[in-house]
């Protein structure tokens, strides 16, 4: 077993008929931003979902091990107090629930102390005012780019060893921006290991390796900036199964 | 005794303030009250288990502190009916919340038949918090006729916070003047074998009449719910909404529905109905923070409900 904190092996997922994601590989070491690029609907968030072992993303085959452990077919909740996360692309509303309330159920499930400084300090590394925010409810009063935020905070009071991104970049302002960048660049320091999806080239500045995905295949992996330029200039699209179509199907590392 | 038990049940203590008014009713005696200048109340035992309450709020009064009442039933057994006339004259204005206590319910039935009037330019918010036992031994009965006249609003929050709904029947009905304003809402979550029955209705005749019904339910198990919202406006401008939500789990069964009647070309009235087990992503979110499904489920349900 080498330094990885999270590997994928051979895995593939199926859902209903269609095939999602096949004999995915790769792995992340602590303290790593690894990315996920590929055009829409080709299998980034169902990867993303995967880790996180949501409901209807457990895979057909294949595995997925966190710090050696096989825990493909561990729940979402027991994933999360080992420490896994995530981060949604477009983050849930909440009525009836408060800012406040939403940051501390994730201290909460640990039983660790709750501090209004806590909050505060969470809220602040994402650039919302505390003050403005805590008792305001996770509704649809707040943007989707508030809502993120907020989620991210949330994230970052777990404490966690690794973290999903779902494309926390979208629908975010400059300051926003600036600001998540900052919470991956504090993920690394602390050794937290990173999934990301991102169509930014900001983000792809704090990214140490990356894969290009498509069709549910994983066609090219290496340097971030490499595979964006493929991706950007040389990639012909996909089509269904039709592999030819693309000259690096070989998957080089 | 009711004040404690009210208290226990998780109510707040405002009976010792003596800015604040309140009338305290077990079964049919009057246990205390205190009143306010420009507010009115009369509370008599006009039968065995039945107490009739008249309350008025003189024109121009604008109560500052919200009037507590607090109705219940101590004993496993009993029965409690009152018969509410409450007047709001003109210009007048006032928030009532009244605390209904059967924490050891087995066999008890609460009965409340309320006449609300409420005056021209006036405005008058009414919570009902109900504190239930955990044996669902509790039959309710609230029905209310409501007249709003000219330029008034009402609004109206009925909240089971504690206990089984046992038996739970609702039956709200209205009419609203021009530019009135009434605003229904009920939230209630029932498990085992709870019946929630809910009845909110809306004439808006007067123009520019406006009518909002919210119903937001939680059930479980067996329990079982029914809304029925039925809005009508036949007036220029008038506008409504019908909004329910219902959330179920196990084999807990829902049923909505909602009427919208338009009698004018000029009035508006929409609708929407959801019914449905609880939102996955929002299940997915709480349960990535460490969650499990039910701890997970309570935080979306209290959400819903306290919203």
């Known amino acids: 077993m080498n330094n990885e904190l999270l590997k994928i092996e051979n895995l593939s997922l199926k859902i209903g008929k269609t095939n999602i994601l096949q004999n995915i590989s790769f792995d992340i070491n602590p303290g790593e931003v690894y990315a996920f690029i590929g055009p829409n609907g080709c299998g980034k968030s169902s990867m993303a979902y995967t880790i996180m072992g949501l409901k209807n993303y457990i895979p057909d085959r294949g595995k997925v091990y966190f710090k050696g452990d096989d825990i493909t077919n561990m729940p979402v909740?027991?994933?999360?107090?080992?420490?896994?996360?995530?981060?949604?692309?477009?983050?849930?509303?909440?009525?009836?629930?408060?800012?406040?309330?939403?940051?501390?159920?994730?201290?909460?499930?640990?039983?660790?102390?709750?501090?209004?400084?806590?909050?505060?300090?969470a809220l602040n590394e994402v650039a919302i005012v505390p003050s403005k925010y805590l008792d305001r409810n996770i509704d649809d009063t707040l943007s989707g780019g508030e809502r993120k935020r907020i989620e991210l905070a949330s994230i970052l009071l777990m404490d966690p060893e690794f973290v999903i991104l779902d494309e926390p970049d979208s629908g975010v302002d400059v300051i926003a921006l600036n600001s998540i960048a900052n919470v991956i660049s504090d993920f690394k320091i602390n050794k937290t290991g990173v999934f990301l999806i991102t169509h930014s080239e900001e983000m792809l500045e704090l990214v140490d390796r990356a894969a290009l995905i498509c069709n549910g295949r994983i066609i090219k992996k290496g340097d971030p900036e490499e595979i964006s330029k493929y991706f950007k200039y040389e990639c012909l699209g996909c089509e269904d199964d039709d592999y030819t179509l693309h000259p690096e199907v070989n998957i080089v590392e | 005794m009711m004040v404690d038990a009210y208290k226990e049940a998780g109510g707040k203590d405002v009976f010792s303030d003596s800015d604040v008014a309140h009338i305290v009713l077990e079964r049919d005696k009057v246990l205390g009250q205190h009143m306010v200048e420009g507010l009115e109340v009369d509370a008599k035992r006009v039968a065995e288990g039945n107490v009739a309450v008249k309350v008025r709020v003189r024109e121009g009064y604008k109560i500052e502190k919200p009037v507590h009442m607090c109705f219940g039933v101590l004993p496993k057994e009993g029965k409690q009916k009152i018969d509410m006339d409450i007047e709001i004259e003109d210009n007048a204005s006032v928030e009532i919340m009244s605390d209904c206590v059967f924490p050891n319910a087995i066999k008890v039935v609460h009965e409340m038949l309320a006449d609300i009037y409420i005056g021209k330019g006036s405005s008058y918010i009414?919570?009902?918090?109900h504190f239930h036992g955990e044996d669902g031994g509790v039959t309710v009965n609230a029905k209310s006729d409501i007249k709003l006249e000219e330029d008034s609003n009402l609004k109206t929050v009925f909240s089971l916070l504690k206990g089984r709904a046992g038996n739970f029947n609702v039956d709200y009905d209205s009419e609203v003047k021009a530019n009135a304003t009434i605003e229904m809402v009920s939230k209630i979550k029932?498990?085992?074998?709870?019946?929630?029955?809910?009845?909110?209705?809306?004439?808006?005749?007067?123009?520019?009449?406006?009518g909002f019904l919210e119903s937001k339910i939680a059930i479980q198990d067996e329990a079982v719910a029914e809304v029925y919202n039925e809005l009508t406006a036949s007036a220029n401008e008038a506008k409504g909404h019908v909004d329910c939500t219902e959330i179920i789990k196990d084999n807990a069964s829902a049923r909505a529905i909602p009427i919208v009647n338009v009698k004018h070309s000029g009035a508006k009235v929409t609708h929407e109905a959801a019914i449905g087990s609880v939102d996955s992503t929002q299940l997915q979110t709480l349960m990535a923070r460490g969650l499990n499904e039910e701890e997970a489920t309570d935080v979306i349900v209290e959400g819903l409900l306290n919203g």
Not at chain 1, 79 to 105: D, N
């Open chain 1, 77 to 121: 909740d027991e994933r999360a107090r080992k420490g896994i996360t995530l981060a949604w692309q477009e983050p849930a509303r909440f009525e009836g629930v408060s800012v406040r309330k939403f940051l501390s159920l994730g201290l909460q499930s640990r039983n660790v102390e709750i501090s209004e400084e806590k909050l505060e300090w």
């Open chain 2, 126 to 129: 009414y919570r009902e918090n």
């Open chain 2, 190 to 210: 029932g498990y085992v074998d709870d019946k929630i029955n809910i009845r909110e209705g809306a004439r808006l005749i007067g123009e520019g009449a406006r």
